[in-house]
């Protein structure tokens, strides 16, 4: 595995960077009341997809140069402006007094992830699902299946969240976007998506999830190895996804070759 610097974390960022940006510039199409926003600031973004949206934070600053009080001013700014409380992703490759100064500032962790990923070739080869069941490219026509689908496996035991339909069906519009089914006797079971970032030659995974009853039978490994086959052919040299430390997808990712580049902070400031 190669050395883990800041041109190579700034190329890994990108894989939760970009999703939002693309996200947010079509909320805003589809639900201009919102006020979704996605601008550049530090080399990175700052994005804003409704209030309590996962979706909507500052992801890819400060790895060309250091982030300064300036920069968290502007930053904060941006969050106020949509009454919202300001949020960015750090990681160890950012600078010590980067650090420092969102201490300075009050603010606190709101959750911490592991990013992981693995070098792709052209001609690498990927295994073909189990004949139990079918893996095949998710249809425009099904976004609202693919998003029942992702919601159950995430929150089966409770409420899904609201807006979570809404975060998750707008995938099919999004340039670059790749959806994939799992189905068992027509019934679709599973479901992995992903985005293929051309400007970074990477695809970033993501709202992958399968239904209580159907796990155990390698289907989420069979929809990574179809997404990593996809993004291999479309010359794509690195795969990155982000998880809890110790879950499942983590798991299944590193069987897959995934490895842990660093661990990251999303930091948060209260609206004042």
């Known amino acids: 595995m ?21 996200y947010a510039l079509v909320f805003d199409q589809l639900h201009p009341e919102i006020g979704a926003a996605a601008e550049g600031i530090c080399g990175g973004h700052m994005i804003f997809a409704g209030i309590g949206s996962p979706i909507g934070r500052a ?13 968290i001013d502007e930053l904060e700014r941006f969050y106020r402006s949509h009454k919202a409380p300001s949020q960015i992703d750090l990681c160890p490759l950012h600078d010590p007094v980067t650090m420092e100064l969102f201490k300075q500032r009050g603010y606190a962790i709101a959750e911490l992830n592991n990013v992981l990923w693995r070098k792709l070739r ?3 080869q990927f295994p073909p699902a189990p004949k139990e ?23 089966e035991q409770g409420e899904v969240p609201t807006g979570f339909h809404a975060m998750l069906a707008p995938l099919y519009q999004i340039p670059g976007a790749i959806v994939f089914v799992a189905s068992i006797d027509n019934r679709p079971v599973g479901a ?26 390698g289907i989420q490994t069979a929809l990574l190895n179809a997404r990593l086959k996809l993004a291999a052919d479309a010359g794509c040299e690195l795969a990155v996804v982000v998880t809890q430390g110790g879950s499942a997808s983590q798991r299944n990712c590193e069987r897959l070759g995934f490895r842990v580049a660093y661990s990251k902070v999303t930091l948060f400031k209260a609206l004042e």
Not at 2 to 22: G, T, W
Not at 59 to 71: E, K
Not at 196 to 216: D, Q, S
Request: glycine share 10%; net charge negative.
């Open 2 to 22: 190669d050395f883990i610097d800041k041109a190579l974390a700034r190329r890994l960022e990108s894989a939760e960077e970009m999703p939002q940006v693309h």
């Open 59 to 71: 992801v890819g600053l400060g790895f060309d140069r250091p982030i300064t009080s300036d920069d």
């Open 192 to 217: 992995g998506a992903g985005l293929i970032i051309p400007e970074h030659k990477l695809v970033a995974l993501f709202g992958a999830g399968t239904l209580h009853e159907f796990r155990g039978r």
């Open 122 to 124: 052209r001609e690498e």
């Open 133 to 155: 069941f079918a893996v095949r490219r998710g249809r425009s026509e099904e976004a609202e299946i693919f998003a029942d689908l992702v919601a159950q496996s995430f929150h």
